[in-house]
């Protein structure tokens, strides 16, 4: 079984449109995170969610917001994408968010904006 | 906050060698984690190692902390082709928040 599944696992969408990326962890985790990987492999930690509650917001762009329907899910949703948005985002769980604590990564979701 | 910089940027061995991979920082951390990234799939937690702890070992893997030089390295002994991926560290800052930084990573090529 799939501890952190991530859909799609591919999206192609052009500039303006707005999209959603849907996370799922089955561990029982609290800790839920977003990350994006640039084309340099850079990792860089978006945002994070403990029991629902947003616990890490990073100077993200506003078009970008998560939303954690219950602790085993969070979505990305992305309005009006740029070609800048083109990245590889995963998510991400651990049994808590103060630990410290291994974090679970999802397989990615590769978006590209044209 | 800070980042990890990892040392090589890319590293070529051949089937059987050890590779090390440092990681280097700025500030105290609380703890430092080492990732593995296979091609084209999500990050798998390796080690973590505490501020206050000096080596840890999980198989074939062993993991060194120095914080007076504020550096860090991964060793892989006898290395496979399996191996082959980009090594990543994550750290925590002392006194910062608790999100995990990444280092932008050490591509690893094991040639068989």
């Known amino acids: 079984d799939t501890a952190v599944s991530q859909t799609p696992k591919y999206l192609v969408t052009q500039m303006g449109n707005d999209k959603s990326i849907k996370c799922e962890q089955n561990?029982?985790?609290?800790?839920m995170y977003w990350y994006k990987q640039d084309s340099k492999k850079f990792l860089k930690i978006m945002f994070s969610y403990n029991n629902k509650e947003l616990i890490i917001n990073e100077t993200v762009p506003n078009r970008f917001s998560p939303k954690s329907p219950d602790k085993a899910h969070l979505n990305l949703h992305i309005n009006s994408l740029e070609l800048g948005d083109s990245a590889v985002y995963f998510c991400?769980?651990?049994?808590?968010?103060?630990?410290?604590?291994?974090?679970?990564f999802g397989p990615g979701t590769r978006l590209t904006v044209t | 906050s800070q980042q990890g910089e990892e040392d090589p940027q890319a590293l070529s061995i051949q089937e059987g060698e050890n590779a090390t991979m440092n990681c280097s920082y700025k500030?105290?951390?609380?703890?430092l984690q080492w990732y593995r990234q296979n091609s084209g799939r999500g990050l798998v937690h390796l080690i973590l190692?505490?501020?206050?702890?000096r080596e840890k070992h999980s198989g074939r893997l062993r993991v060194t902390l120095d914080t007076s030089k504020k550096s860090s390295s991964l060793l892989i002994t006898a290395s496979r082709a399996a191996d082959t991926a980009s090594y990543f560290c994550a750290l925590t800052s002392q006194g910062g928040s608790e999100k995990l930084v990444f280092g932008k990573g050490t591509k690893l090529t094991v040639n068989p």
């Open positions: 561990l029982g985790h609290d800790t």
């Open positions: 991400a769980s651990s049994l808590h968010s103060t630990g410290p604590y291994e974090q679970y």
């Open positions: 500030t105290s951390i609380n703890n």
């Open positions: 190692i505490r501020s206050n702890e």
